[in-house]
Each structure stands twice: as C-alpha cells, then as structure tokens.
C-alpha cells in the first residue's frame, strides 16, 4: 500500500501546533470573509431589488450581490496567495522538514519566528519563493506524461479510457509536490533555490512511479475526509444562509466548499504534506540528480527549461551537472 506512516504525519501536525493554529486562524478568516461578503452582497441585492418593477427583482438581484461578494472575497484570496506561500505555508514546511530529521525545534509561538528566520535564509524575498513554486508546479506536469501514468502499471491493451481517467486523478493527486520540493530547498541548506529546485524536480521525477502510487493513495484519503467534512459542513452553512434575505438556499452548497476548503486547507494539507516528505526524503536518501532525467524534463516542459535557465544563471552560466541543454 504506502508508505508513509499516518502516526507520524499526526504526531508531526501536533507538535507544529502554533501553525495549526496559524492556518486555522488565517483559512478560516478566508472563509468569514466570504460568508460576510456573499451575505452582504446579498443583502444590497435584495434591496436594490424592490426598486425593479420585476416580481422576481429581489431574488435575482440578491442572487448576483452574493455572486459579486463572493467574487471580490476570491480576487482578495488570489492576491495574497504569495503571502500565504511565503510565511505560512513555507514556515510551516521548514519546520515539518526539521522535525522528520529528528531536529528540535522551538516550541510555542516561539516557532513561526524561527520558522521565517529559515524562510528567510533560503529566500530572501518572497517574489523568489513564488517564482520557484510556479516553475516547480508547472514542470511537475510533465512528469506524470513522462513516467507513463497508470499505464506504466496495468498495460492492458483495449483499457484506453480508463486509463485516462485515472490519469486524470494521478495529475491531481500531484497537488503538493511544489510543497515537497519547497522542502527538500530548506533541508539541504541550500543558497541557490533555483539549482536545488532543478535537482528536486528531476530527484522526483528519477523515483517517479514510487512517489506517484503514495500520492493517489494519500489523494484517495483525503478525497474521502474532504467529501465527509464537506457533508458536515452542509448543516451549518444552511444555518447561516437560513438568515440571509430571500432564503438563498443555492448558497448552503457553495459555502459548504469554502468551509469543508478551510479545514482542508488548515488541516490535511499539512497532513498530505508530512506524509509525502516522508516517503520522498527515504526515496531520494543517497541518489544524485540523473542528467538523464533532467534533459527530459527539459525537452518536456517549457517551466523546467525556465526553471534551468535561472539555475545555469546564478552560477554564472556554469552548472554544477555536465548536462546538456535541450534544444
């Protein structure tokens, strides 16, 4: 089956409590403001609606000032991502990275300051940390096409369509390899983000197959929490719409994915992430960067061949791997 060891993933999440709270704090935030504003909107709608001469003016107004609230809320959340990446998210991955090294780490709040201090270390800007984490994410595409999917483990012929579909779900159990990678920067210590990006990618890519079966395995797990969360969030996302003009039930749904998004967000996410370091750190444990694999990854993805390029540069053209660029 997998793995990584869900007691350990747990006990991890525990003692990197302060950014649990963090996360709760900011997700959960994200999803307040969203319930302010859609209900808001809603109201200035509903309204604005008894102006209209329509009967069905107050409903249809109050319908789109939830649509625009809810709208503005998510351009707000898409602008601060980089922020998030930077201090939450990165903070919270350099400390998971210590604790699975069997390193100490502050405890308390004590933690989030010494977290952005290795942050910083590695990153001195957050723009460099954004930038690292898109072409991450956009090599990692590449992968899943170059290791051959599920097709490297069921090739029966005439399985065409269902082997594309679970395709499909191998690419989106792929969401936190950028995380991953994000952690082995902070573990090797390294003053190049750029370079030791590069060497992850391709580090992932060398032990593929192995990385891809305990993403779909930990995909499924979360898939399966986040559908249950998503179930009990129903309840009191209705309660809260029940009190909104015109009683727009539609939006229990809608609200019921942000609520069951936050706690995902604050609390699997991290989960998903320490289990996935586990598996990778073992997997890589005494292999180098195949040139091989990084010319593939090149010749495959134009964010891999970008990625290279800012690499090459911060060593001044030089490379610390004898490979050959793609043409």
């Known amino acids: 089956m997998w793995d990584f060891s869900i007691g350990r993933s747990v006990s991890i999440m525990m003692r990197t409590w302060p950014f649990i709270v963090f996360r709760m704090i900011v997700y959960f935030g994200i999803t307040v403001a969203y319930i302010m504003a859609t209900g808001t909107g ?16 107050p409903m249809s107004f109050a319908l789109w000032g939830g649509v625009v609230g809810f709208g503005i809320v998510s351009i707000a959340v898409y602008w601060i991502r980089e922020y998030i990446l930077y201090v939450l998210k990165a903070g919270h991955i350099a400390v ?3 604790l699975i090294d069997g390193h100490d780490v502050p405890d308390g709040q004590g933690q989030i300051a010494y977290a952005k201090e290795v942050v910083t270390q590695r990153f001195a800007e957050a723009n460099i940390l954004f930038v690292v984490d898109q072409l991450v994410k956009g090599a990692i595409r590449a992968i899943t096409g170059l290791i051959g999917g599920i097709a490297a483990f069921l090739p029966i ?25 994000l952690g082995y920067n902070i573990r090797v210590n390294s003053s190049s983000p750029f370079e030791t990006a590069r060497q992850g990618v391709v580090l992932y890519a060398q032990n593929g197959k192995h990385m891809v079966k305990n993403a779909v395995w930990l995909a499924a797990i979360m898939w399966g929490v986040s559908f249950v969360i998503f179930l009990l969030m129903l309840a009191p996302a209705a309660a809260i719409l029940w009190v909104m003009p015109g009683q727009l039930a539609g939006w229990a749904f809608v609200l019921a994915i942000v609520f069951a998004w936050a706690f995902k967000a604050a609390f699997i996410e991290p989960f998903a ?45 030089g490379s610390r791997w004898d490979t050959p660029r793609a043409a």
């Open 273 to 317: 992430i320490a289990s996935l370091m586990q598996v990778y750190f073992e997997a890589i444990e005494g292999q180098v960067p195949n040139p091989e694999w990084d010319t593939r990854l090149a010749e495959a993805s134009s964010k891999f061949r970008e990625l290279r390029d800012k690499a090459l540069g911060s060593f001044g053209g």
């Open 157 to 181: 012929p005439g399985l065409s369509g269902i082997v594309s579909f679970i395709n499909t779900v191998i690419r989106i159990s792929l969401t936190y390899v950028d995380e991953i990678i």
């Open 42 to 57: 809603a109201s200035v709608g509903y309204g604005v609606g008894h102006i209209s001469t329509d009967p069905d003016g």
């Open 96 to 98: 998971m990275v210590h």
